[in-house]
């Protein structure tokens, strides 16, 4: 993860948005628990923060794709062997039409 404000704050100060934050009886921080998808938000102006981690890892993923790297598969319905775009998912089998989620 890396966050970063989308109007470019310097602050690098982020705020956990829907996340629940657990306190003893004098209020002191215990611990915290994020959600399935934690969001965040710039403490300067509010705006939602974005994560380059995952942008970064998505375009690199695309570039694969890109690049024409390809993936055997065996088709569970017929049992023909094609290929198809490594980043592709689901994949769907050439010779019966069969669309199928593949793992990775
Ligand atoms: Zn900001
Ligand atoms: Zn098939």
């Known amino acids: 993860m890396f966050l970063a404000c989308p109007n470019r704050c310097s602050v690098n100060r982020f705020e956990l948005w829907n996340a629940s934050v657990f306190t003893d009886s004098l209020g002191r ?39 024409g790297a390809v993936q055997d598969y065996a088709c569970p319905s017929c049992e023909e062997l094609f290929r198809a775009p490594a980043g592709q998912n689901p994949v769907v089998c050439p010779a019966c039409g069969e669309t199928y989620p593949v793992g990775g």
């Open 29 to 67: 921080y215990l611990e915290h628990r994020a959600e399935q998808a934690p969001l965040y938000r710039c403490t300067a102006c509010g705006s939602p923060a974005v994560d380059l981690g995952s942008v970064a890892r998505t375009l690199a993923e695309e570039e694969q794709a890109e690049a």
